[in-house]
């Protein structure tokens, strides 16, 4: 005798691996879709103390979307019925800066120096040898030092120091000396 299960409720086994995720990297959101099934944890502003309460809701198809809820929720739906998320303006294309860039190899956390207390590995202007250490990249608690692969000349600096980065995101422009 096999167990008959609902096809329109997520898999909630599933859904506990999904919030140990959530939690374990502090995430603010995580959607997932697969076929015909989406599910969404979204956080909401928590009192101190409090614990996030995950539920799983079937949406109804053609009704409107209610508002997240403070904790997180989860929502599944078919995917055809998943509504566009609200638009925001496309950011219009910039013009390619011209030159050669330093990029990021990983994905994590852009520094501009070993540690706060530190001055920063380079600045604007300065030139620097193949195989000198230009910024570090912060991935799993794992700082990896990006270095120059080649002589150059650092002419702007791309991201702010702290700020997340994607693999390939243009870190530094650089010029051959």
Partial sequence: ?????????????????????????????????????????????????????????????GAPAAAPAPAAAVASQPAASVPPPPST??????????????????????????????????????RVEAGTTVCVVEAMKLFNEIEAEEACIIEEVLVGNAQAVEFGTKLFRVRKP
């Fill in 1 to 61: 005798m096999s167990k008959s299960r609902d096809q329109n409720l997520p898999d909630l086994d599933y859904i506990r691996e999904l919030a140990k995720v959530f939690k374990r990297y502090e995430l603010d959101e995580i959607e997932i879709e697969s076929g015909d099934q989406r599910v969404l944890l979204r956080r909401g502003d928590l009192a101190p103390g409090t614990v996030p309460m995950v539920a799983a809701t079937p949406v109804v198809t």
């Fill in 89 to 126: 303006p496309e950011p219009e294309p910039e013009l390619e800066a011209e030159g050669a860039f330093i990029t990021s190899p990983f994905v994590g956390t852009f520094y501009r120096a070993p540690r706060p207390d530190a001055p920063s590995f380079v600045d604007i202007g300065d």
